[in-house]
């Protein structure tokens, strides 16, 4: 795996089908901002950082929003384009003040986590969203992952 993996742009609208249900939102980078991945990788579950960057017109995110946190990437083939089309769908570890669609976010791909699986129950899928949250947490605490929270990447400010 090319790893790190560097995507950025506006976060875009996805279909709201229960993200935050879920517990877990996930913010969509639009089509073109992944075709790099889309070339490289398979579809699963990726780990990794990711920052929201503040605007310049003024925003609805605090400080802490804008910092670079934590993050759990899914890669998949939409069922909506009757999965004729790639979507990376990012949840950051942080508990955001506001939303922040039409926001640049930035993020740094650094591992994979495991492939994507079908799930009989609701349960089942927020049990393994948890684990893949915890392996994420776990995995960027080492010392060569947790260097790129400061690449030169990321806006310092
Ligand atoms: P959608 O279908 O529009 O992606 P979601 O229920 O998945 O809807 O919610 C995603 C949106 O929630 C993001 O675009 C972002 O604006 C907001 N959001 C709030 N907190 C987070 C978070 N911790 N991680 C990702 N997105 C978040
Ligand atoms: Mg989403």
Redesign the pocket.
Known sequence: FPFPIKLSGP???????????LG?????LPDESIESIASVTKTGVYYGFAQVLPRPEGNELSEDDVKVHP?AMSLGWNPFYKNERLTA????????Q????G?EMKVVVLGYIRRELDYTTREALIDDIEIDKLVAIRSLDRPDYKKFSTDSFFASK
Request: glycine residues 14%; contains cysteine; hydrophobic residues 35%.
């Open positions: 976060v875009q609208r996805g279909f709201g089908r229960g993200g935050k249900d877990c939102p996930t913010a969509n993050m769908e990012i949840h950051i570890m942080h508990e955001f506001a939303d922040f669609y926001y």
